[in-house]
């Protein structure tokens, strides 16, 4: 006989809305709720209904892709205002969702990042070139740093666009208009329906935003159409000049703007996220750093400008793994939604319906009994490659799950495993103002106020 799914008592209309706080506070709340509720509860938010999940067994049977494909969330819907039907928002049944997966796939391969090394490296160059000046003289923004170097490596790998945020004060316009779009939309979803009739100027300022970076995406277009390049080597060339393998025909123009906006939005701040959990993580935890070093130093000596092939970043193993348990604890986008494809029955017990929003909580995931004691341990030998071998397929998922899961992996995991393996071959991390951690949260997680000084490493440190 089904059960109801748990579930503290509600109020009329409101639910549970006056007791659920949001942003970086809901997720805390959500872990704090499975530790008294079990691996699954009903929430009633303002009339919508989620129902949250973080345990192992239920996320093993929900990753099982008969059963259940991707939801789109409220907050997802929400933000199709800024990116419509573009990979990350689209819905499962938008015929523009297979096609720019079929065309970029290849564009993300492993493979695929051996074309994309070297301007990678080169964007880490710019900003080496600034953490040196800053070396000694004043302290560096750890988090706003990584937002710059992420979203130029993305601008120039995907579309050949310098934003030249490395040399700017200011973080660029677009980022600055992303940020406040999402936050409108992300606001938009937690406040009580119509309330937007008393946010004018908030509607407003979303319209400029929301333009700004539409135009700032077709200026990168029109640039390209303009050089009259029609090589296919990057993301721009490739949804601009391959026709979709099934149907024959190209992507339109308003998709294209809609995957460009896509990934600037979805292709930097993740990113930047886990950078910047890894050096704090490195900053905090000495002996994990001096084996981080042993492993750079081992690759490139002490020579002061190393030459990283695109082969090494294969062979900086435990950097990946610093990297990997940065994401287990605060995977930084904290979660991904699935609904069942059929009415049908989890746990053994609970009945869901047809399309039902399930939530999969990942930072409760990443701290199921099942990776061992002391979950809120900062351990990369947990992702050691003996331990790996026997860790159960869906007890990690930072990138989410089967077909919709993140197609930027590799990407992220490129450019992040290079940036930290150049920073800890140079830097001595000082944590001047003894850090305590503070996030925020905007459709993804992230420190804040989070700054170090720099000093170069001598050859004997
Ligand atoms: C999807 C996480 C980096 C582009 C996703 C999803 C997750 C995720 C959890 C699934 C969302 C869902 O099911 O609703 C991350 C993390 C990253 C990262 C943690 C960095 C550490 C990137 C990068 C790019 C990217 C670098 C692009 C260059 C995308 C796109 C999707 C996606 C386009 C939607 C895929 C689809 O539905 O077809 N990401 N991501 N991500 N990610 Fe990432």
Same mark, same amino acid.
């Given at each position: 006989?089904?059960?109801?799914?748990?579930?503290?008592?509600?109020?009329?209309?409101?639910?549970?809305?006056?007791?659920?706080?949001?942003?970086?506070?809901?997720?805390? =709340?959500?872990?704090?709720?499975?530790?008294?509720?079990?691996?699954?509860?009903?929430?009633?938010?303002?009339?919508? +209904?989620?129902?949250? *999940?973080?345990?192992?067994?239920?996320?093993?049977?929900?990753?099982?892709?008969?059963?259940?494909?991707?939801?789109?969330?409220?907050?997802?819907?929400?933000?199709?205002?800024?990116?419509?039907?573009?990979?990350?928002?689209?819905?499962?049944?938008?015929? +523009?969702?297979?096609?720019?997966?079929?065309?970029?796939?290849?564009?993300?391969?492993?493979?695929?990042? !051996?074309?994309?090394?070297?301007?990678?490296? !080169?964007?880490?160059?710019?900003?080496?070139?600034?953490?040196? !000046?800053?070396?000694?003289? =004043?302290?560096?923004?750890?988090?706003?740093?990584? &937002?710059?170097? &992420?979203?130029?490596?993305?601008?120039?790998?995907?579309?050949?666009?310098?934003?030249?945020?490395?040399?700017?004060?200011?973080?660029?316009?677009?980022?600055?208009?992303?940020?406040?779009?999402?936050?409108?939309?992300?606001?938009?979803?937690?406040?009580?329906?119509?309330?937007?009739?008393?946010?004018?100027?908030?509607?407003?300022?979303? =319209?400029?935003?929301?333009?700004?970076?539409?135009?700032?995406?077709?200026?990168?277009?029109?640039?390209?159409?303009?050089?009259?390049?029609?090589?296919?080597?990057?993301?721009?060339?490739?949804?601009?000049?391959?026709?979709?393998?099934?149907?024959?025909?190209?992507?339109?123009?308003?998709?294209?703007? +809609?995957?460009?906006?896509?990934?600037?939005?979805?292709?930097?701040?993740?990113?930047?996220?886990?950078?910047?959990?890894?050096?704090?993580?490195?900053?905090?935890?000495?002996?994990?750093?001096?084996?981080?070093?042993?492993?750079?130093?081992?690759?490139?000596?002490?020579?002061?400008?190393?030459?990283?092939?695109?082969?090494?970043?294969?062979?900086?193993?435990?950097?990946?793994?610093?990297?990997?348990?940065?994401?287990?604890?605060?995977?930084?986008?904290?979660?991904?939604?699935?609904?069942?494809?059929?009415? &049908?029955?989890?746990?053994?017990?609970?009945?869901?319906?047809?399309?039902?929003?399930?939530?999969?909580?990942?930072?409760?995931?990443?701290?199921?009994?099942?990776?061992?004691?002391? *979950?809120?341990?900062?351990?990369?030998?947990?992702?050691?490659?003996?331990?790996?071998?026997?860790?159960?397929? =869906?007890?990690?998922?930072?990138?989410?799950?089967?077909?919709?899961?993140?197609?930027?992996?590799?990407?992220?995991?490129?450019?992040?495993?290079?940036?930290?393996?150049?920073?800890?071959?140079?830097?001595?991390?000082?944590?001047?103002?003894?850090?305590?951690?503070?996030?925020?949260?905007?459709?993804?997680?992230?420190?804040?106020?989070?700054?170090?000084?720099?000093?170069?490493?001598?050859?004997?440190?």
């Amino acid at each position: 006989r089904a059960e109801a799914i748990p579930e503290r008592p509600a109020l009329p209309l409101v639910g549970h809305g006056l007791g659920t706080p949001s942003g970086a506070d809901l997720v805390f =709340h959500l872990m704090k709720e499975f530790k008294k509720m079990g691996p699954v509860f009903r929430l009633r938010v303002f009339g919508t +209904n989620y129902i949250y *999940v973080g345990g192992l067994d239920l996320v093993t049977e929900l990753s099982d892709e008969t059963r259940f494909r991707k939801n789109t969330p409220p907050d997802q819907v929400a933000a199709r205002a800024i990116a419509e039907d573009g990979l990350f928002t689209a819905f499962n049944d938008e015929p +523009n969702w297979r096609k720019a997966h079929d065309i970029l796939m290849p564009a993300f391969s492993l493979g695929a990042m !051996r074309g994309y090394h070297a301007t990678m490296l !080169r964007v880490c160059r710019s900003l080496i070139a600034k953490w040196d !000046r800053a070396a000694g003289e =004043h302290a560096v923004d750890i988090p706003e740093d990584m &937002t710059r170097l &992420t979203f130029d490596t993305i601008g120039q790998c995907g579309f050949g666009y310098d934003f030249e945020s490395l040399r700017r004060d200011q973080p660029h316009p677009f980022v600055a208009a992303m940020i406040r779009a999402l936050g409108y939309t992300q606001d938009k979803v937690e406040s009580m329906p119509g309330m937007e009739v008393f946010k004018r100027k908030q509607t407003e300022q979303f =319209h400029q935003d929301v333009k700004l970076m539409r135009d700032v995406v077709d200026q990168v277009i029109r640039q390209r159409r303009a050089s009259g390049d029609t090589s296919t080597d990057d993301l721009l060339g490739r949804m601009l000049h391959t026709p979709d393998p099934v149907t024959g025909r190209l992507l339109d123009d308003e998709n294209i703007r +809609n995957q460009v906006i896509t990934f600037l939005v979805a292709g930097h701040e993740t990113t930047s996220g886990a950078l910047t959990f890894a050096l704090y993580y490195l900053t905090k935890y000495p002996a994990v750093l001096a084996r981080a070093q042993a492993e750079v130093d081992a690759l490139w000596g002490d020579t002061d400008t190393p030459e990283p092939e695109y082969g090494d970043i294969g062979k900086l193993t435990y950097i990946r793994q610093v990297l990997n348990e940065s994401l287990r604890l605060w995977p930084t986008a904290p979660g991904f939604a699935v609904e069942p494809i059929e009415d &049908t029955v989890i746990g053994g017990k609970y009945a869901v319906r047809k399309g039902e929003t399930l939530q999969v909580v990942t930072p409760t995931l990443h701290r199921d009994p099942a990776w061992g004691e002391n *979950v809120e341990l900062f351990d990369p030998e947990r992702f050691s490659p003996e331990r790996e071998a026997s860790r159960p397929v =869906h007890l990690f998922k930072p990138f989410g799950n089967g077909e919709r899961a993140c197609i930027g992996r590799q990407f992220a995991l490129h450019e992040a495993t290079l940036l930290l393996g150049l920073l800890v071959h140079r830097y001595r991390l000082i944590d001047h103002a003894d850090y305590q951690m503070k996030m925020k949260f905007a459709l993804t997680l992230k420190p804040v106020d989070f700054t170090l000084e720099l000093a170069r490493r001598t050859s004997d440190e």
